[in-house]
């Protein structure tokens, strides 16, 4: 695997005039080591190559949104995309239950207490309980 440890992580964001793209944006540019290169809105988008701080309703940074990946995709090392709530959340989901089970192979669960902690801000509809019974079969599978 490629280490990013000698320059900054350049980011793309989907979604760049919607609600989490704007917040991305915006907390993307409190990290030194992230550089928010480009953003995607949808193809014929009146947002496309608009300044994506003023997108995010920020001061303008010199940064354009565009309506094409194509036109950016050598200037990126990870695209964040947040334009499907129910995408987005079935990818984030998979991913922890992955960690959590490849977690609980590397270790001596006997040995440790472990806290899942799920957070999200308070207008997000999410099922909850769901997501607790699928924790609860990977650690009882495992």
């Known amino acids: 695997m490629k280490t990013l440890n000698h320059h900054r992580i350049r980011i793309i964001t989907t979604g760049a005039n919607?609600?989490?793209?704007?917040?991305?944006?915006?907390?993307?540019?409190?990290?030194?080591?992230?550089?928010?290169?480009?953003?995607?809105?949808?193809?014929?988008?009146?947002?496309?190559?608009?300044?994506?701080?003023?997108?995010?309703?920020?001061?303008?940074?010199?940064?354009?949104?565009?309506?094409?990946?194509?036109?950016?995709?050598?200037?990126?090392?990870?695209?964040?995309?947040?334009?499907s709530p129910n995408s987005s959340l079935d990818y984030g989901i998979s991913i922890i239950l992955n960690l959590l089970e490849k977690t609980l192979h590397t270790i001596d669960i006997n040995n440790f207490d472990i806290d899942i902690i799920e957070m999200h801000h308070k207008k997000k509809l999410t099922l909850h309980h769901q997501l607790l019974l699928k924790y609860i079969t990977v650690l009882k599978i495992n």
């Open 18 to 83: 919607g609600k989490m793209g704007s917040q991305i944006t915006r907390t993307a540019l409190n990290f030194p080591q992230i550089v928010h290169v480009a953003a995607l809105v949808r193809n014929k988008s009146p947002f496309a190559y608009q300044d994506i701080g003023k997108l995010a309703n920020i001061t303008p940074i010199g940064i354009l949104a565009h309506d094409n990946i194509e036109e950016i995709k050598s200037e990126f090392d990870i695209l964040i995309d947040f334009t």
